[in-house]
């Protein structure tokens, strides 16, 4: 079955410390996107990668960053520069043209900073 | 610059009842529109979308949206809701393509008895 995988679905860190999080998909989709999801906000994107060994910041993209080295995984770590880490975190993947422009997403990975 | 707001935190019906959650949406252009749903600690699912075409959109589990040009508006509906609808829904809008989407805030469904 193709989708998106998010692992792990918790991750706990002590404050100062980086951890990555992991999102790969197995349906050959070009672009992916990290977002983060907080009570009452929304989803408000991270970062974007349109192709291997490209990628965007988004609206909120200090204190993470990201790597695209292969099409189906686009880690995400979250450094300890971000001050606020505690949140929902998603992963999508999508495919334009054609009315194909749709992401989709994975279970998402909840981080808790402890 | 895109933006999607969506009126309602949360609502509230009871099983059976209608449903019509709202969305408003910015754009200079024709827009893509979105309805997605997330179940507590879930991914989100895509519902149903809109880029050209008949304005009333259906989609998966007999939910539908209506896109209205002149009102800026792309509001989901059901006819019948079933407890298993209670989820939080996000109205998303972009221009397609690899470019950004906007979510809006989410509406929370609560379904009564």
């Known amino acids: 079955d193709g989708g998106i995988t998010q692992s792990p679905k918790y991750l706990f860190r002590k404050e100062g410390q980086n951890v990555t999080l992991s999102c790969e998909q197995n349906?050959?989709?070009?672009?992916m996107y990290w977002y983060r999801q907080d009570p009452g906000q929304g989803l408000r994107l991270i970062y974007y990668s349109q192709i291997v060994n490209d990628f965007q910041k988004g609206d909120i993209a200090e204190g993470y960053s990201v790597s695209r080295e292969k099409k189906e995984s686009f880690p995400l770590t979250v450094t300890s520069a971000q001050k606020n880490p505690t949140a929902f975190y998603l992963c999508?993947?999508?495919?334009?043209?054609?009315?194909?422009?749709?992401?989709?997403f994975g279970p998402g990975t909840r981080l808790t900073v402890l | 610059a895109q933006s999607v707001t969506q009126p309602d935190i949360h609502i509230t019906v009871s099983e059976g009842a209608s449903l019509e959650l709202r969305c408003n949406y910015s754009?200079?252009?024709?827009?893509?529109l979105f309805w997605y749903v997330q179940s507590p600690g879930q991914g989100l699912q895509l519902l149903l979308k809109?880029?050209?075409?008949?304005?009333l959109v259906q989609g998966i589990k007999g939910f539908e949206a209506e896109f209205k040009r002149s009102q800026s508006s792309f509001n989901l509906r059901k006819p019948s809701v079933h407890w298993s609808d209670a989820a939080e829904y996000f109205c998303a809008v972009g221009p397609g393509g690899y470019q950004k989407v906007t979510f809006g805030t989410g509406t929370k469904l609560q379904v009564i008895p």
């Open positions: 809109y880029f050209s075409g008949d304005t």
């Open positions: 999508a993947s999508s495919i334009p043209g054609g009315g194909r422009d749709t992401q989709y």
């Open positions: 754009y200079g252009a024709t827009p893509y």
């Open positions: 349906l050959n989709h070009d672009a």
